[in-house]
């Protein structure tokens, strides 16, 4: 608790330590979480994603340094993967982050992904959250490099860039479902390299074919999608009459600083966008409605854990590993069975298994 | 976000080590070997390259919470640079950090590099191994 009033104070040292509390899931931490929580939601915060490579770093470097033109305090947690055998990483987005040394408005995070599939850690929101608590207004959030499918940051973020480079596949990638379709920016960086114009024009052409719809992620992942009147579709920028966003498309040279400013113009004007159409409002509360799905599946997981005889389980197993019971008849065996009896239930859970058929039982 | 149950049983307190190289020279295998092992050995390793400056190393300790800092220093700087380092951390209130140095350092430095509070220095042919070991010994 001391921790967390010194991070509301601006200690840097006390918020460090407190996202090393976070990030290990500690008792203290998640207290520190609890005690924070009212002081959240004020940040904007900005997903980077995009493959290994195409500049993800070098471009939160940038913007990084132009929103502190602007004066706005900045957090960057930036993640990279856990190796999947030793749990060890290498965590290297700093590197490309010196220019952002010695300023005190800026605080860098590196985080390891710890086996998240998703494309950031498990922590990572909370990690979000205990910056917005400290008061930075942006919070830039990269992802490991990203392939296809590693879309969590669009659940997270209220903005997502999703980077791409010249040579990185032809215009089938571009249509293909996933990374591509979380995008609010999609940014074209090294546009110094050969190649530039065609990539450009495989995500343009995409961006084209695309059906509008309002993108907004629901708290199974799942998006709410509502069609367009065919009034709103057009160049690819948002029409007055229609409260739709469509992605916009930025060419860069991060390693330069070209085309930083226009696309820091395209996160503000897409901030301003959520506000006004109210898509801001949704994203929260489906951002806090999966949180609390998640919190709630791991605690009801934890709690019947607590409450099962490992014996129990172990006789489960055994009868799925020797195939006479399917996974989903240990489940309702599991689910059902009696616990304190470990000795005796194995016939009875066995017995359960073949009554799994009869509806009375399964309900 | 992702809930795999096997997945985040991973071991919850991991070893953060800064790997860092102040100074000019511009020979960063080394460093880079050690990171690999570290990472080998399950630790977190925030590598930061080149050219480091000693505030750059302190405010990247303050920032990543890391447990232990690990210097490569080729260019023969290390009296200058380890004892500015070792000052910042203290400024920062950082004293629980470990510093090791790896590198070209002379017999006779050591000594008086341990007294500045660096925990181990590491010339060519170190292994590893006793990197990875003494790593862990000191942040028990």
Redesign the interface.
Same mark, same amino acid.
């Given at each position: 608790m001391d921790l967390a009033k010194s991070v509301l104070e601006g200690d840097r040292l006390s918020l460090a330590r407190l996202l090393t509390q976070v990030e290990n899931k500690t008792t203290e931490g998640s207290t520190a979480l609890d005690f924070l929580f009212a002081h959240t939601g004020r940040a904007h915060l900005i997903g980077v994603t995009g493959a290994p490579g195409t500049g993800k770093s070098s471009l939160v470097n940038q913007l990084a340094l132009h929103f502190r033109r602007e004066g706005k305090r900045v957090a960057i947690v930036a993640v990279d993967p856990s190796s999947p055998f030793t749990g060890g990483a290498v965590l290297g987005d700093r590197v490309r982050m010196k220019d952002l040394s010695g300023d005190p408005g800026v605080f860098i995070r590196s985080m390891a992904s710890r086996g998240s599939i998703g494309g950031l850690a498990q922590a990572t929101a909370s990690v979000v959250q205990v910056f917005d608590a400290a008061g930075y207004e942006i919070i830039m959030i990269e992802t490991v490099g990203a392939g296809q499918s590693e879309v969590d940051i669009a659940k997270l973020a209220h903005t997502t860039l999703v980077v791409e480079a010249p040579g990185m596949g032809d215009d089938i990638q571009a249509i293909k479902a996933g990374i591509l379709e979380i995008a609010d920016i999609i940014v074209v960086n090294k546009a110094d390299r050969p190649g530039i114009e065609s990539a450009e024009k495989a995500l343009k052409s995409m961006l084209e074919l695309a059906h509008p719809t309002r993108r907004v992620f629901r708290h199974h992942g799942d998006l709410i999608q509502t069609p367009l009147s065919k009034s709103g579709e057009g160049d690819g920028m948002m029409k007055s009459e229609s409260p739709i966003w469509f992605p916009l498309l930025q060419r860069t040279i991060a390693v330069e600083g070209k085309g930083i400013t226009e696309l820091a113009g395209h996160i503000a004007r897409h901030k301003e966008y959520l506000h006004r159409s109210g898509d801001w409002a949704v994203r929260e509360q489906a951002r806090l409605r999966s949180e609390l799905d998640a919190a709630l599946q791991s605690a009801l997981m934890d709690q019947f854990h607590d409450h099962l005889s490992e014996a129990y389980f172990h006789q489960i197993m055994d009868q799925v590993f020797a195939r006479t019971l399917s996974p989903s008849e240990a489940v309702k065996a599991l689910l059902h069975g009696n616990p304190a009896a470990p000795a005796s239930s194995k016939p009875e859970s066995h017995e359960s298994s073949h009554s799994a058929e009869k509806p009375g039982r399964i309900k | 976000? /992702?809930? &795999?149950?096997d *997945?985040?049983t991973?071991? &919850?307190?991991?070893i +953060?080590v800064l790997v860092a190289k102040p100074g000019l020279d511009g020979h960063d295998r080394g460093a880079k070997v050690v990171? +690999?092992a570290? +990472? &080998?050995?399950?630790? %977190? /390793?925030?590598? =930061?390259?080149l050219r480091? =400056?000693p %505030?750059?190393i302190a %405010?990247?300790a303050?920032?990543? &919470?890391v447990d232990v800092i690990g210097l490569s220093i080729l260019s023969g700087a290390h009296m200058a640079l380890a004892p500015r380092i070792m000052d910042l951390l203290k400024a920062? +209130? *950082?004293t629980n950090v470990k510093v090791f140095i790896g590198g070209i350092v002379p017999d006779e430095d050591i000594p008086r590099l341990m007294e500045m509070g660096i925990t181990g220095v590491y010339g060519p042919g170190a292994s590893t191994e006793d990197i990875v070991k003494d790593i862990k010994n000191a942040v028990k």
């Open positions: - | 976000m /992702v809930q &795999d149950k *997945q985040t991973l071991p &919850d307190k991991k +953060r990171a +690999r570290l +990472r &080998d050995a399950g630790m %977190e /390793v925030i590598y =930061t390259g480091q =400056t %505030e750059m %405010e990247a303050l920032q990543e &919470d920062n +209130r *950082q």
